[in-house]
């Protein structure tokens, strides 16, 4: 049966120099090979784009090696079993894979974690009840260690991450300023969200609307984005500030490192400066997930999802969210 379905996947064509092009990706065709022996053939149907894709695509040195020329696209995906030769996943099973940019796929059933769709929608593992999520948790409470009554500062306060960031910080009674790319992801963070205030670096005064909206100065700042808001949240920190080092956006398509200006700061403020990266939590997951869920049961916490239609709109997909293009989660549906 299986014999006679073919796979479409996107592959990486070539490696980018500045910023992701649609050339730097290939679209394929293959027939899908049935699973062999304790494995598990997956139809894909939601495929999660994450900034970190962009570090994928280059070789330079990471905590994680590049994605080969020709091999598929790394991604986390949201699918179902057509097929199986596992005895824990049966036809019609909901999975969390790390298939790739693909249609289909065969996985070791250690490969898969079962989800349940009947809760929630199978795209929430990707994003809220899935990495991002687990991401904003370990970040924000073992790094931020947020007390009440302190200013949390979060950057990319729209997205995955920080959306789940912000309420979290919210929950712990801080005062809680996002930052994020023009008027519309503002008005969101403040009335959907209910963060104290945001701030819209795209207005151009960005130093002068931090420091209005932080009085007190900076507490914890959750950082997402890198460059010029780092270096901004930097002059604002107080005594004994922790910043929570997430992710770079904003240097990812850089050709040239930013020169951090603010560093003088982190001394005379004893900021405490960590870098994150979610893996490092991976045995203690389950942890942050089941806090995530109920709050998301009790509707404790908001979620927006921005989605692409169709695999081959994912190198699009990609490019945007690099450029700030997503409101929301990044997805792209399959079908
Ligand atoms: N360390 C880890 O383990 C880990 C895990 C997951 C994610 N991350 C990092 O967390 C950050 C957020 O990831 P996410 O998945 O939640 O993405 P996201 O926030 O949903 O989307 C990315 C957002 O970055 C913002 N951005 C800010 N400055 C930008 C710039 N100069 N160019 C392009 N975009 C810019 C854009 O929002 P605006 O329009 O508001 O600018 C864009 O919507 C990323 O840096 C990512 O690499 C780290």
Known sequence: MTAAIVNRRVVLASRPQGNVAPQNFRIEEAPVAPPGEGEVLVRNEWLSLDPYMRGRMSDAKSYVPPVAIDAVMVGQTVGEVVDSRHPG??????????????????????????VDASRVPASYYLGVLGMPGVTAWFGLFEIGKPKAGETVVVSAASGAVGSVVGQLAKGEGCRVVGIAGGAKKCEYVVKELGFDACVDYKAGKLAEDLRAACPDGIDVDFENVGGAVLDTALRLARLNARFVICGLIAEYNATEAYGYKAMR???VNRVTMRGMIVFDWKDRYGEALADLAARLATGKLRYKESIVEGLDNAPQGLISLLAGGNFGKQLVKLS
């Open 89 to 114: 996943f049966h036809k019609g099973d909901k999975v969390l894979t790390s298939l790739g940019w693909q249609l289909y796929g065969t996985a070791r059933g250690k490969e898969l974690v079962m």
């Open 265 to 267: 700061s982190i001394l």
